[in-house]
């Protein structure tokens, strides 16, 4: 059962003044942060907010927009059965801080992030491929990646 928390955006709007906008969504809380907010504001999130579950981390590429992709996190407070979505916005090349000291669950979508779409996490204890082999060329969910499959040059 999903009884979302009504407010949470308020009280975040008193503790971030100016960390983050609020993103129009149907299902649940959702809003868009910055990479310095990120940290402080997840860390608020699970310790003083009670979202003790980070249940997914996703990429959507939004090519050709600058910056590139979006970085989305899942979290559910078990206690008010309340579910939060947070949002950053990533460059290629630019590197996001790992949430798995907050959420060691966060490790294998962070690593299916960086396999897939080239999403680096700086402080993951273990970023490497979780799905393709080490040498493989790319990453096939960006959406420049070739219709063909790999190059052969």
């Not at 809380?29 to 990120?38: A, E, I």
């Given at each position: 059962m999903n009884h979302n928390d009504p407010d949470i955006l308020g009280r975040l709007a008193?503790?971030?003044?100016q960390g983050f906008t609020s993103v129009q969504a149907v299902?649940?809380?959702?809003?868009?942060?910055?990479?310095?907010?990120?940290?402080t504001m997840m860390q608020y999130l699970?310790?003083?907010?009670?979202?003790?579950?980070?249940l997914d981390v996703l990429v959507v590429d939004y090519l050709?927009?600058?910056?590139r992709f979006e970085l989305v996190y899942h979290l559910y407070n078990p206690w008010k059965h309340a579910r939060l979505r947070v949002k950053i916005r990533v460059g290629i090349n630019e590197k996001v801080p790992s949430m798995t000291e907050l959420w060691p669950g966060c490790n294998w979508p962070e690593r299916e992030a960086f396999d897939l779409f080239g999403i680096q996490?700086?402080?993951?204890?273990?970023l490497r491929r979780?799905?393709?082999?080490d040498?493989?060329?790319?990453?096939?969910?960006?959406?420049?990646?070739?219709?063909?499959?790999?190059?052969?040059?």
């Open positions: 008193e503790r971030f003044p299902d649940q809380p959702t809003l868009l942060t910055t990479r310095d907010q990120l940290v699970r310790d003083q907010e009670q979202y003790r579950l980070c050709p927009d600058r910056p996490f700086e402080g993951h204890p273990n979780i799905y393709l082999p040498d493989w060329d790319g990453h096939p969910l960006r959406k420049d990646y070739p219709l063909t499959g790999t190059r052969v040059d």
